[in-house]
């Protein structure tokens, strides 16, 4: 039976540093993220945010408790398997949207799958693409795209291969805000419509606006969650965390 959530972190630590120079960045975190779902992950710098999402992504290991991406864990396996697992059940998208510059865009967005030795669905790569609207661009490098376009290329290069969950770090951080505002849309639609699983890192109370669940992070723990959160209520959150 397949697990109602797409990401679980259970009772994780993650320290950095010895001795005096210890700094706790996720103490006993448990939480998890729906499938189907958008869920932004909150809070001041430095309360672990990212920390959080680089263990949930198999991006980093755990000093203790287990993580896992569908019914599958992470906790233990080899960088061999991890890779695998990247490969095969996870998108990223990133601030600095890690296009190849010599690459077209449909070869940029094709490109994990070809790494991980893996054909793309036509049907899904044309879904993607249209609902991105991309079509038109293809043929484009990156240098021929706007900073907007480059990040629609990248979460295309995410869903392409329908992976269980997307994770999203700061994806408007270098954006405009009209080209945030297209990028958000995107990512809420393939949640929507194409019943994706995103889970995106952000300070911006607006962007988290876009999500359907907020968690709040402060300290290395679990501080708070909102529901279909606000910019105002994203706002007064932060506030009261000291953000």
């Not at 779902?37 to 672990?48: D, K, V």
């Amino acid at each position: 039976m397949e697990s109602s959530l797409a990401a679980e972190a259970i009772d994780v630590v993650k320290v950095f540093g010895k001795g005096d120079n210890v700094v706790r960045a996720l103490d006993h975190v448990t939480v998890g993220f729906p499938t189907q779902r958008f869920t932004a992950i909150m809070g001041p710098s430095g309360s672990g945010k990212t920390t959080l999402m680089h263990c949930l992504a198999g991006l980093d290991t755990v000093g203790s408790g287990r993580v896992k991406i569908g019914q599958r864990e992470l906790t233990g396996l080899s960088d061999a398997a991890l890779t695998r697992l990247r490969g095969d059940h996870v998108g990223f998208v990133f601030q600095s949207f890690n296009l190849m510059p010599t690459l077209t865009a449909e070869e940029n967005i094709l490109l994990g799958l070809r790494l991980a030795g893996r054909r793309p669905d036509k049907a899904w790569f044309d879904t993607v693409v249209r609902t991105l609207g991309l079509s038109s661009r293809l043929r484009h490098k990156p240098s021929e795209l706007s900073g907007g376009q480059q990040q629609r290329v990248a979460c295309a290069r995410a869903l392409v291969g329908r992976p269980k969950v997307v994770f999203a770090d700061e994806p408007t951080g270098n954006l405009d805000s009209r080209s945030s505002a297209e990028v958000l849309s995107f990512l809420q639609t393939s949640v929507r419509e194409l019943g994706q699983t995103v889970v995106m890192v952000t300070h911006d109370p607006v962007a988290a606006s876009y999500t359907d669940h907020g968690v709040l992070l402060a300290d290395g723990r679990i501080a708070g969650r909102l529901r279909r959160p606000t910019p105002d209520a994203v706002s007064s959150a932060l506030a009261n965390l000291g953000a």
